[in-house]
Protein backbone atom coordinates (compact mmCIF):
# COMPACT_ATOMS: atom_id res chain seq x y z
CA UNK A 1 0.00 0.00 0.00
CA UNK A 2 2.40 2.47 0.92
CA UNK A 3 4.43 2.12 -1.88
CA UNK A 4 1.76 2.20 -4.09
CA UNK A 5 1.30 5.65 -2.47
CA UNK A 6 4.68 6.55 -2.77
CA UNK A 7 5.00 5.88 -6.98
CA UNK A 8 2.39 8.56 -6.89
CA UNK A 9 3.78 11.31 -4.78
CA UNK A 10 7.26 10.72 -6.95
CA UNK A 11 5.80 10.08 -10.13
CA UNK A 12 7.11 12.88 -12.97
CA UNK A 13 5.86 13.39 -16.42
CA UNK A 14 8.19 13.58 -18.86
CA UNK A 15 8.56 15.06 -22.64
CA UNK A 16 4.69 16.97 -24.09
CA UNK A 17 2.74 16.04 -20.82
CA UNK A 18 5.50 18.04 -18.45
CA UNK A 19 5.36 20.49 -20.51
CA UNK A 20 1.26 20.65 -20.10
CA UNK A 21 1.61 20.09 -16.66
CA UNK A 22 3.80 23.02 -16.11
CA UNK A 23 1.47 25.18 -18.33
CA UNK A 24 -1.79 24.16 -16.21
CA UNK A 25 0.31 24.89 -12.91
CA UNK A 26 0.99 28.22 -14.08
CA UNK A 27 -2.69 28.92 -14.76
CA UNK A 28 -3.17 27.87 -18.44
CA UNK A 29 -6.81 27.87 -18.65
CA UNK A 30 -6.28 26.06 -22.25
CA UNK A 31 -3.90 23.52 -20.67
CA UNK A 32 -6.57 22.74 -17.73
CA UNK A 33 -8.93 22.33 -20.42
CA UNK A 34 -7.30 19.85 -22.43
CA UNK A 35 -6.37 17.96 -19.35
CA UNK A 36 -9.43 17.71 -17.96
CA UNK A 37 -10.77 16.19 -21.05
CA UNK A 38 -8.54 13.17 -21.04
CA UNK A 39 -9.29 12.76 -17.66
CA UNK A 40 -13.33 12.50 -18.21
CA UNK A 41 -12.76 10.18 -21.71
CA UNK A 42 -9.74 8.27 -19.53
CA UNK A 43 -7.55 8.30 -21.94
CA UNK A 44 -4.02 7.23 -20.78
CA UNK A 45 -2.44 10.61 -20.80
CA UNK A 46 -5.53 11.54 -18.36
CA UNK A 47 -4.33 8.98 -15.69
CA UNK A 48 -0.82 10.10 -16.46
CA UNK A 49 -2.07 13.75 -15.55
CA UNK A 50 -4.19 13.13 -12.77
CA UNK A 51 -1.34 10.49 -11.39
CA UNK A 52 1.62 13.77 -11.32
CA UNK A 53 -1.40 16.45 -10.00
CA UNK A 54 -3.03 14.02 -7.07
CA UNK A 55 -0.56 14.97 -4.60
CA UNK A 56 -1.37 18.46 -5.41
CA UNK A 57 -4.92 18.33 -4.26
CA UNK A 58 -6.72 18.39 -1.35
CA UNK A 59 -6.81 22.10 -0.80
CA UNK A 60 -10.02 22.95 -2.28
CA UNK A 61 -13.33 23.43 0.09
CA UNK A 62 -15.95 21.19 -1.94
CA UNK A 63 -19.82 21.76 -2.01
CA UNK A 64 -22.03 19.70 -4.04
CA UNK A 65 -25.62 20.62 -4.91
CA UNK A 66 -28.63 18.22 -5.79
CA UNK A 67 -32.19 18.71 -5.82
CA UNK A 68 -35.12 18.03 -8.69
CA UNK A 69 -34.91 19.07 -12.29
CA UNK A 70 -36.06 22.78 -12.43
CA UNK A 71 -35.41 23.27 -8.80
CA UNK A 72 -33.30 26.17 -9.54
CA UNK A 73 -29.66 24.04 -8.76
CA UNK A 74 -27.74 25.91 -11.91
CA UNK A 75 -29.16 29.35 -10.53
CA UNK A 76 -28.09 28.44 -7.23
CA UNK A 77 -24.74 27.50 -8.10
CA UNK A 78 -24.45 31.05 -9.74
CA UNK A 79 -25.07 33.12 -7.10
CA UNK A 80 -23.00 30.95 -4.57
CA UNK A 81 -19.77 31.40 -7.38
CA UNK A 82 -20.18 35.23 -7.09
CA UNK A 83 -20.36 35.12 -3.42
CA UNK A 84 -17.14 33.32 -3.27
CA UNK A 85 -15.31 35.58 -5.92
CA UNK A 86 -16.34 38.70 -3.94
CA UNK A 87 -14.58 37.23 -0.70
CA UNK A 88 -11.71 36.56 -3.37
CA UNK A 89 -11.99 32.95 -3.93
CA UNK A 90 -11.34 31.38 -6.65
CA UNK A 91 -13.78 29.15 -8.36
CA UNK A 92 -14.50 25.77 -10.15
CA UNK A 93 -17.72 24.87 -11.18
CA UNK A 94 -18.66 20.98 -12.59
CA UNK A 95 -21.79 20.82 -13.92
CA UNK A 96 -23.15 17.04 -15.04
CA UNK A 97 -26.30 16.57 -17.10
CA UNK A 98 -27.46 13.26 -17.62
CA UNK A 99 -26.60 11.21 -21.23
CA UNK A 100 -29.15 9.42 -23.77
CA UNK A 101 -29.36 5.96 -22.71
CA UNK A 102 -30.29 5.63 -26.34
CA UNK A 103 -27.97 7.31 -28.26
CA UNK A 104 -25.10 9.12 -25.36
CA UNK A 105 -26.12 11.96 -26.22
CA UNK A 106 -26.46 14.89 -24.23
CA UNK A 107 -27.33 18.55 -23.97
CA UNK A 108 -25.49 20.63 -21.14
CA UNK A 109 -27.15 23.36 -20.25
CA UNK A 110 -25.95 24.35 -16.90
CA UNK A 111 -24.19 27.33 -18.37
CA UNK A 112 -27.35 29.20 -19.54
CA UNK A 113 -28.20 30.17 -15.57
CA UNK A 114 -23.77 31.29 -15.19
CA UNK A 115 -23.61 33.97 -18.52
CA UNK A 116 -22.26 36.38 -15.72
CA UNK A 117 -19.39 34.28 -14.47
CA UNK A 118 -17.95 33.32 -18.25
CA UNK A 119 -15.62 36.35 -18.54
CA UNK A 120 -14.38 36.05 -14.97
CA UNK A 121 -11.31 34.31 -15.48
CA UNK A 122 -11.22 32.96 -11.67
CA UNK A 123 -14.06 31.20 -12.24
CA UNK A 124 -13.73 27.82 -14.59
CA UNK A 125 -16.64 26.00 -15.64
CA UNK A 126 -16.79 22.18 -17.24
CA UNK A 127 -20.08 20.54 -17.99
CA UNK A 128 -19.82 16.75 -18.37
CA UNK A 129 -22.51 14.17 -19.36
CA UNK A 130 -23.25 11.77 -17.12
CA UNK A 131 -21.92 9.02 -19.03
CA UNK A 132 -24.33 6.33 -18.31
CA UNK A 133 -23.62 6.60 -14.12
CA UNK A 134 -26.91 6.04 -12.46
CA UNK A 135 -26.07 8.08 -9.12
CA UNK A 136 -26.14 11.97 -9.84
CA UNK A 137 -22.48 12.38 -11.39
CA UNK A 138 -20.38 11.06 -13.93
CA UNK A 139 -17.97 8.26 -13.32
CA UNK A 140 -14.78 10.75 -13.92
CA UNK A 141 -16.44 13.84 -11.65
CA UNK A 142 -14.16 12.89 -8.92
CA UNK A 143 -10.89 12.98 -11.24
CA UNK A 144 -12.51 16.43 -12.41
CA UNK A 145 -12.68 17.50 -9.24
CA UNK A 146 -9.32 16.52 -8.57
CA UNK A 147 -7.31 18.48 -11.38
CA UNK A 148 -9.44 21.50 -10.48
CA UNK A 149 -8.08 21.13 -7.43
CA UNK A 150 -4.70 21.08 -7.95
CA UNK A 151 -4.99 23.44 -10.31
CA UNK A 152 -5.58 25.67 -7.50
CA UNK A 153 -9.24 26.33 -7.17
CA UNK A 154 -10.28 27.30 -4.16
CA UNK A 155 -13.83 26.58 -4.20
CA UNK A 156 -15.22 23.68 -6.11
CA UNK A 157 -19.15 23.87 -6.64
CA UNK A 158 -20.57 20.08 -8.29
CA UNK A 159 -24.11 20.49 -9.65
CA UNK A 160 -25.74 16.91 -10.16
CA UNK A 161 -27.79 16.19 -12.61
CA UNK A 162 -31.76 16.96 -11.82
CA UNK A 163 -32.09 14.48 -8.74
CA UNK A 164 -35.05 11.83 -7.97
CA UNK A 165 -34.85 10.61 -4.59
CA UNK A 166 -31.74 7.93 -5.02
CA UNK A 167 -29.02 9.62 -6.49
CA UNK A 168 -26.91 10.23 -3.57
CA UNK A 169 -23.17 9.87 -4.61
CA UNK A 170 -22.92 13.53 -4.39
CA UNK A 171 -22.74 13.12 -0.54
CA UNK A 172 -19.69 11.21 -1.25
CA UNK A 173 -17.76 13.80 -3.45
CA UNK A 174 -18.58 16.57 -1.76
CA UNK A 175 -17.37 17.94 1.90
CA UNK A 176 -21.26 20.14 2.33
CA UNK A 177 -24.24 19.04 0.16
CA UNK A 178 -27.15 21.45 -0.55
CA UNK A 179 -29.97 19.96 -1.18
CA UNK A 180 -32.00 22.47 -3.45
CA UNK A 181 -35.77 22.35 -2.80
CA UNK A 182 -38.57 24.29 -4.12
CA UNK A 183 -42.70 25.02 -2.44
CA UNK A 184 -44.98 22.47 -3.14
CA UNK A 185 -42.67 19.69 -4.36
CA UNK A 186 -45.06 16.96 -2.53
CA UNK A 187 -46.77 16.56 0.78
CA UNK A 188 -45.33 15.63 4.14
CA UNK A 189 -44.34 12.37 3.27
CA UNK A 190 -42.28 13.21 0.13
CA UNK A 191 -40.21 14.52 3.42
CA UNK A 192 -40.20 11.24 5.22
CA UNK A 193 -38.93 9.15 2.35
CA UNK A 194 -35.24 7.57 2.86
CA UNK A 195 -32.31 8.82 0.53
CA UNK A 196 -31.34 12.08 -1.30
CA UNK A 197 -33.50 13.63 2.44
CA UNK A 198 -31.25 12.30 4.49
CA UNK A 199 -27.52 13.72 2.93
CA UNK A 200 -28.38 17.07 2.90
CA UNK A 201 -26.11 19.17 5.00
CA UNK A 202 -27.66 22.14 4.28
CA UNK A 203 -31.12 22.92 2.73
CA UNK A 204 -32.42 25.61 0.57
CA UNK A 205 -36.10 26.25 -0.30
CA UNK A 206 -35.36 28.19 -3.54
CA UNK A 207 -38.26 30.30 -5.25
CA UNK A 208 -39.30 30.92 -1.70
CA UNK A 209 -41.19 33.78 -2.97
CA UNK A 210 -43.87 31.53 -4.65
CA UNK A 211 -46.83 30.49 -2.49
CA UNK A 212 -46.27 27.07 0.02
CA UNK A 213 -42.86 28.30 1.20
CA UNK A 214 -43.69 28.91 4.48
CA UNK A 215 -45.22 24.97 4.47
CA UNK A 216 -42.19 23.35 2.69
CA UNK A 217 -39.87 25.51 5.74
CA UNK A 218 -41.74 24.23 8.99
CA UNK A 219 -41.92 20.35 7.34
CA UNK A 220 -38.29 20.22 6.39
CA UNK A 221 -37.74 21.60 10.20
CA UNK A 222 -40.20 18.91 11.31
CA UNK A 223 -38.34 16.21 9.61
CA UNK A 224 -35.17 17.11 11.03
CA UNK A 225 -36.35 17.51 14.60
CA UNK A 226 -36.56 13.54 14.23
CA UNK A 227 -33.02 13.25 12.80
CA UNK A 228 -31.26 11.33 15.46
CA UNK A 229 -28.33 13.59 16.72
CA UNK A 230 -25.42 13.42 14.14
CA UNK A 231 -23.20 16.66 15.50
CA UNK A 232 -24.94 18.89 12.82
CA UNK A 233 -28.34 19.98 12.74
CA UNK A 234 -28.99 21.11 8.52
CA UNK A 235 -30.19 24.44 8.47
CA UNK A 236 -32.96 25.52 6.26
CA UNK A 237 -32.39 28.56 4.05
CA UNK A 238 -34.88 30.70 2.31
CA UNK A 239 -33.65 31.43 -1.35
CA UNK A 240 -34.67 33.37 -4.08
CA UNK A 241 -31.92 32.54 -6.48
CA UNK A 242 -33.11 34.71 -9.21
CA UNK A 243 -33.02 37.84 -6.98
CA UNK A 244 -29.98 36.76 -5.39
CA UNK A 245 -32.22 36.56 -2.30
CA UNK A 246 -30.62 33.90 0.47
CA UNK A 247 -27.00 33.78 -0.25
CA UNK A 248 -25.52 35.28 1.66
CA UNK A 249 -27.12 33.09 4.78
CA UNK A 250 -26.57 29.50 2.57
CA UNK A 251 -22.86 30.60 2.46
CA UNK A 252 -22.85 31.32 6.24
CA UNK A 253 -24.55 27.65 6.33
CA UNK A 254 -21.73 26.22 4.52
CA UNK A 255 -19.05 28.64 6.54
CA UNK A 256 -20.66 26.89 9.52
CA UNK A 257 -20.76 23.04 8.31
CA UNK A 258 -17.38 23.21 6.76
CA UNK A 259 -15.85 24.57 10.41
CA UNK A 260 -17.86 22.23 12.40
CA UNK A 261 -16.30 19.07 9.94
CA UNK A 262 -13.11 20.49 10.96
CA UNK A 263 -13.56 21.12 15.07
CA UNK A 264 -14.63 17.85 15.13
CA UNK A 265 -12.21 15.65 13.20
CA UNK A 266 -15.36 14.80 10.97
CA UNK A 267 -13.31 16.37 7.73
CA UNK A 268 -10.43 13.68 7.87
CA UNK A 269 -12.96 10.47 8.37
CA UNK A 270 -15.11 11.69 5.67
CA UNK A 271 -11.85 12.40 3.08
CA UNK A 272 -10.78 8.70 4.55
CA UNK A 273 -14.45 7.77 2.76
CA UNK A 274 -14.65 9.32 -0.18
CA UNK A 275 -10.77 7.59 -0.89
CA UNK A 276 -12.16 4.30 0.06
CA UNK A 277 -15.63 4.57 -2.22
CA UNK A 278 -13.44 6.01 -5.10
CA UNK A 279 -10.84 3.18 -4.76
CA UNK A 280 -13.84 0.39 -4.94
CA UNK A 281 -15.96 2.17 -7.41
CA UNK A 282 -13.08 2.42 -9.53
CA UNK A 283 -11.84 -1.22 -8.91
CA UNK A 284 -15.63 -2.49 -10.11
CA UNK A 285 -15.41 -0.63 -13.01
CA UNK A 286 -11.83 -1.70 -13.81
CA UNK A 287 -13.24 -6.02 -13.41
CA UNK A 288 -16.17 -4.64 -15.23
CA UNK A 289 -13.69 -3.44 -17.99
CA UNK A 290 -11.44 -6.70 -18.06
CA UNK A 291 -14.58 -9.27 -18.32
CA UNK A 292 -15.90 -7.37 -21.41
CA UNK A 293 -13.52 -8.83 -23.81
CA UNK A 294 -14.28 -10.16 -27.26
CA UNK A 295 -14.64 -13.23 -25.22
CA UNK A 296 -16.25 -11.92 -22.43
CA UNK A 297 -18.95 -10.27 -24.25
CA UNK A 298 -19.32 -13.97 -26.52
CA UNK A 299 -19.85 -15.61 -22.77
CA UNK A 300 -21.82 -13.11 -21.53
CA UNK A 301 -24.34 -13.67 -24.55
CA UNK A 302 -24.70 -17.25 -23.97
CA UNK A 303 -25.15 -16.94 -19.82
CA UNK A 304 -27.86 -14.24 -20.68
CA UNK A 305 -29.22 -16.66 -22.64
CA UNK A 306 -29.39 -19.35 -19.75
CA UNK A 307 -30.95 -16.74 -17.63
CA UNK A 308 -33.47 -15.61 -20.31
CA UNK A 309 -34.26 -19.48 -20.74
CA UNK A 310 -34.80 -20.01 -17.12
CA UNK A 311 -31.78 -22.79 -17.79
CA UNK A 312 -29.47 -20.66 -15.02
CA UNK A 313 -30.22 -18.06 -12.53
CA UNK A 314 -28.90 -15.07 -12.86
CA UNK A 315 -27.07 -15.36 -9.84
CA UNK A 316 -25.07 -18.10 -10.86
CA UNK A 317 -24.88 -16.97 -13.93
CA UNK A 318 -22.71 -13.93 -12.83
CA UNK A 319 -20.58 -16.06 -10.82
CA UNK A 320 -19.77 -18.28 -13.76
CA UNK A 321 -19.07 -14.98 -15.89
CA UNK A 322 -16.41 -13.78 -12.71
CA UNK A 323 -15.17 -16.83 -12.41
CA UNK A 324 -14.13 -16.78 -16.34
CA UNK A 325 -14.65 -20.80 -16.77
CA UNK B 1 -26.52 1.12 -22.85
CA UNK B 2 -23.01 1.89 -23.66
CA UNK B 3 -20.45 1.35 -21.50
CA UNK B 4 -18.55 4.46 -20.10
CA UNK B 5 -15.12 3.07 -20.69
CA UNK B 6 -15.78 3.15 -24.33
CA UNK B 7 -16.44 6.43 -24.47
CA UNK B 8 -13.18 7.90 -25.32
CA UNK B 9 -14.77 9.43 -28.66
CA UNK B 10 -17.31 11.35 -27.70
CA UNK B 11 -17.71 14.45 -29.65
CA UNK B 12 -18.34 17.70 -28.18
CA UNK B 13 -19.83 20.58 -29.87
CA UNK B 14 -21.18 24.51 -28.32
CA UNK B 15 -24.08 25.70 -29.74
CA UNK B 16 -24.27 29.30 -29.09
CA UNK B 17 -25.77 32.52 -30.44
CA UNK B 18 -23.74 35.53 -30.36
CA UNK B 19 -25.88 38.93 -30.85
CA UNK B 20 -28.92 40.56 -29.92
CA UNK B 21 -31.38 38.61 -31.68
CA UNK B 22 -33.83 36.18 -29.47
CA UNK B 23 -34.42 33.82 -31.33
CA UNK B 24 -33.05 30.36 -30.59
CA UNK B 25 -35.16 28.05 -32.27
CA UNK B 26 -33.24 26.63 -35.04
CA UNK B 27 -30.07 26.88 -32.40
CA UNK B 28 -32.10 24.37 -30.48
CA UNK B 29 -33.60 22.25 -33.18
CA UNK B 30 -29.99 21.86 -34.02
CA UNK B 31 -28.87 21.23 -30.47
CA UNK B 32 -31.22 18.88 -29.96
CA UNK B 33 -30.56 16.98 -33.65
CA UNK B 34 -27.08 16.73 -32.70
CA UNK B 35 -28.21 15.06 -29.44
CA UNK B 36 -30.07 12.22 -30.96
CA UNK B 37 -26.86 11.84 -32.65
CA UNK B 38 -24.85 10.60 -29.87
CA UNK B 39 -23.04 14.32 -29.24
CA UNK B 40 -22.56 16.19 -26.24
CA UNK B 41 -24.03 19.72 -26.59
CA UNK B 42 -23.28 22.60 -24.51
CA UNK B 43 -25.82 25.15 -25.13
CA UNK B 44 -24.86 28.50 -23.69
CA UNK B 45 -28.40 30.49 -24.52
CA UNK B 46 -28.94 33.61 -26.60
CA UNK B 47 -27.37 37.00 -26.40
CA UNK B 48 -23.35 35.89 -26.16
CA UNK B 49 -20.18 38.08 -27.12
CA UNK B 50 -17.79 36.88 -28.90
CA UNK B 51 -15.58 36.80 -25.53
CA UNK B 52 -18.32 34.63 -23.78
CA UNK B 53 -18.83 32.10 -26.62
CA UNK B 54 -14.79 31.54 -27.27
CA UNK B 55 -14.38 31.79 -23.48
CA UNK B 56 -17.18 28.83 -22.99
CA UNK B 57 -15.17 26.96 -26.29
CA UNK B 58 -12.19 27.11 -24.53
CA UNK B 59 -13.47 25.88 -20.96
CA UNK B 60 -15.56 23.04 -22.19
CA UNK B 61 -12.87 21.66 -24.50
CA UNK B 62 -14.91 21.33 -27.49
CA UNK B 63 -14.40 19.89 -31.17
CA UNK B 64 -17.01 22.41 -32.78
CA UNK B 65 -18.38 25.63 -32.20
CA UNK B 66 -21.69 26.20 -34.04
CA UNK B 67 -22.95 29.51 -34.41
CA UNK B 68 -26.22 30.82 -35.24
CA UNK B 69 -27.63 33.94 -36.21
CA UNK B 70 -30.59 35.17 -37.70
CA UNK B 71 -30.97 38.79 -37.81
CA UNK B 72 -28.77 39.09 -40.44
CA UNK B 73 -25.25 40.10 -38.65
CA UNK B 74 -23.32 36.86 -39.48
CA UNK B 75 -20.90 38.29 -41.00
CA UNK B 76 -20.01 41.45 -38.14
CA UNK B 77 -20.43 38.91 -35.41
CA UNK B 78 -19.32 34.91 -36.97
CA UNK B 79 -15.80 36.69 -37.79
CA UNK B 80 -15.40 38.64 -34.17
CA UNK B 81 -16.56 35.27 -32.94
CA UNK B 82 -13.39 32.92 -34.87
CA UNK B 83 -11.20 36.20 -33.79
CA UNK B 84 -12.08 36.17 -29.94
CA UNK B 85 -11.55 31.96 -30.16
CA UNK B 86 -7.77 32.67 -32.17
CA UNK B 87 -6.74 34.90 -29.22
CA UNK B 88 -7.41 31.64 -27.07
CA UNK B 89 -5.69 29.07 -29.27
CA UNK B 90 -8.91 28.44 -30.46
CA UNK B 91 -8.29 27.62 -34.48
CA UNK B 92 -9.89 26.30 -37.49
CA UNK B 93 -7.07 23.51 -37.54
CA UNK B 94 -8.28 22.36 -33.73
CA UNK B 95 -12.03 23.37 -34.01
CA UNK B 96 -14.63 23.12 -36.22
CA UNK B 97 -16.11 26.37 -36.65
CA UNK B 98 -20.09 26.44 -38.25
CA UNK B 99 -22.28 28.78 -39.02
CA UNK B 100 -26.51 28.58 -39.26
CA UNK B 101 -28.69 31.06 -40.01
CA UNK B 102 -30.31 33.31 -43.07
CA UNK B 103 -27.11 33.39 -44.89
CA UNK B 104 -26.73 34.48 -48.62
CA UNK B 105 -24.51 32.02 -50.66
CA UNK B 106 -22.15 35.15 -51.31
CA UNK B 107 -21.67 35.74 -47.72
CA UNK B 108 -21.58 32.12 -46.98
CA UNK B 109 -17.93 32.48 -49.27
CA UNK B 110 -16.71 35.24 -46.76
CA UNK B 111 -17.09 33.18 -43.75
CA UNK B 112 -15.14 30.11 -44.92
CA UNK B 113 -12.17 32.59 -46.26
CA UNK B 114 -12.46 33.16 -41.94
CA UNK B 115 -12.35 30.25 -40.90
CA UNK B 116 -16.03 28.77 -41.16
CA UNK B 117 -15.66 25.17 -42.61
CA UNK B 118 -19.56 25.48 -43.28
CA UNK B 119 -22.60 27.10 -43.30
CA UNK B 120 -25.56 26.08 -43.12
CA UNK B 121 -28.99 28.09 -44.19
CA UNK B 122 -32.60 27.56 -43.83
CA UNK B 123 -33.65 23.77 -45.48
CA UNK B 124 -30.40 22.59 -44.51
CA UNK B 125 -31.59 19.05 -42.90
CA UNK B 126 -30.32 18.53 -39.45
CA UNK B 127 -28.65 14.92 -40.45
CA UNK B 128 -26.88 16.53 -42.53
CA UNK B 129 -25.66 18.44 -40.05
CA UNK B 130 -24.05 15.55 -37.83
CA UNK B 131 -22.91 13.65 -40.77
CA UNK B 132 -20.75 16.60 -41.34
CA UNK B 133 -19.55 17.37 -37.74
CA UNK B 134 -19.05 13.35 -37.88
CA UNK B 135 -16.95 13.32 -40.80
CA UNK B 136 -14.51 16.50 -40.34
CA UNK B 137 -13.73 15.78 -36.82
CA UNK B 138 -11.43 13.46 -37.13
CA UNK B 139 -9.48 15.95 -38.94
CA UNK B 140 -8.91 18.15 -36.38
CA UNK B 141 -5.06 18.61 -34.96
CA UNK B 142 -6.38 17.62 -31.39
CA UNK B 143 -2.99 16.66 -30.18
Redesign the interface.
Known amino acids: MTTEAAATSTFRLSGRLAELEERLLSGDRRALARVLSWVESGDQRGRDMLRALYPRSGRARTIGLTGSPGAGKSTVTNELAKAFRQRGQTVGIVAIDPSSPYTMGAILGDRVRMTELYLDSDVFIRSLASRGALGGLSAATQDVVHVLDAYGKDVILIETVGAGQDEVDIAGAAQTTILVNTPNMGDEVQTLKAGIMEIADVLAVNKSDLPGADRMVSALKALLSLNPDRGWDPPVVRVVATQGEGTEQLVEACDAHFDELQSSGRLKTAELERARQQITSLARANVLKELRTESGEERLAKLANDVASRTADPHTAAAAWLART | ?5 T ?4 I ?1 VLVAKPGLDGHDRGAKIV ?2 A ?12 IR ?1 TP ?2 IA ?2 A ?4 VHVVALSVLSGAHLELFPRVVEACGQ ?3 TPDNTLFLGGGIIPDEDAEVLQDAGFSAVFGPGAHTGDIAEYVRAHVPELDRS
Do not use: K
Open positions: MSDSAMTDQRARLRDAGMEVIYTGQDMEALQEDRGI
